[in-house]
């Protein structure tokens, strides 16, 4: 019976160190930049979000992760996290992303009519 519990007690730890990993990876994702944090936004270097390589569905854009799944509305601009395939709402696009990140020249390009 000891045996069992630390094969699952190995297998459960082994499940939450992976997960964790999987979501730092995904939370580095996000926002590659630094920098220009003030108004107006000058001076930002790294690597801007490549909104061409996002998934689009019928409400925005989706970058899938490992667990992660980071969601933009292409209307309201409401940032979405679905983790594990159960979503919640965050925060809309801040000023700063507009003006680094320019989203929503890309969600016009794609069609929609953004509102922010």
């Known amino acids: 019976m000891a045996i069992l519990q630390r094969i699952f007690a190995l297998i459960g730890l082994l499940s939450v160190a992976f997960l964790s990993v999987a979501l730092y ?5 996000m926002d590659k930049t630094e920098g220009g ?4 936004f000058e001076g930002v270097t790294g690597e801007r979000i490549d909104w ?3 998934d689009l569905t019928s409400t925005g854009l989706v970058r899938r992760g490992y667990v992660l799944n980071f969601i933009v509305n292409g209307t309201t601009g409401m ?16 000023e700063r992303a ?19």
């Open 25 to 29: 990876f995904d939370v580095q994702e």
């Open 37 to 40: 944090y003030e108004a107006p």
């Open 52 to 54: 061409d390589s996002m």
């Open 79 to 94: 940032i979405s996290l679905e983790i594990l395939g159960i979503p919640f709402e965050a925060r809309k696009l801040s």
């Open 98 to 116: 507009i003006v680094v990140h320019k989203p929503r020249e890309a969600f016009i390009a794609r069609g929609f009519s953004p509102e922010f």
